[in-house]
Nanobody, 130 residues
Framework: QVQLVESGGGSVQAGASLRLSCAPSVSTSNGYCMGWFRQAPGKEREAVATIDTDGTTIYADSVKDRFTISKGNAKTVVYLQMNSLKPEDTATYYC?????????????????????????YGQGTQVTVS
């Protein structure tokens, strides 16, 4: 069982930056795809970014060139640096993890129209951009 603890959400004005952090309860450095999903009220869940064990990153088109996913020095904590925030980024952000290949998950999402569910989710952190 993997527990994911998020922090770093908040309320900011458009154009500002925030950094979200996700701390797993166990090591996820081997074989885990880590990432961030978000869900706004009345909208479908959206995959935002993922990072594989080798550091390969993938982003949703809506956040490319604005958001950066990374791992800490210990390769356990996962960060989401969010720059140039827009009102449409307002959502609850969830850290996610699963022992899957990140690229395969994105390919499944493109083909099926819905990103696959992951095994582990954090409690969610609210990001509000006005």
């Amino acid at each position: 069982q993997v527990q994911l603890v998020e922090s770093g959400g908040g309320s900011v004005q458009a154009g500002a930056s925030l950094r979200l952090s996700c701390a797993p309860s166990v090591s996820t450095s081997n074989g885990y795809c880590m990432g961030w999903f978000r869900q706004a009220p009345g909208k479908e869940r959206e995959a935002v970014a993922t990072i594989d064990t080798d550091g390969t990153t993938i982003y949703a088109d809506s956040v490319k060139d604005r958001f950066t996913i990374s791992k800490g020095n210990a390769k356990t904590v996962v960060y989401l640096q969010m720059n140039s925030l827009k009102p449409e980024d307002t959502a609850t952000y969830y850290c996610v993890a699963d022992q899957v290949d990140c690229e395969s998950a994105w390919q499944y999402g493109v083909m099926s129209g819905r990103f696959p569910d992951f095994a582990y989710y954090g409690q969610g952190t609210q990001v509000t951009v006005s």
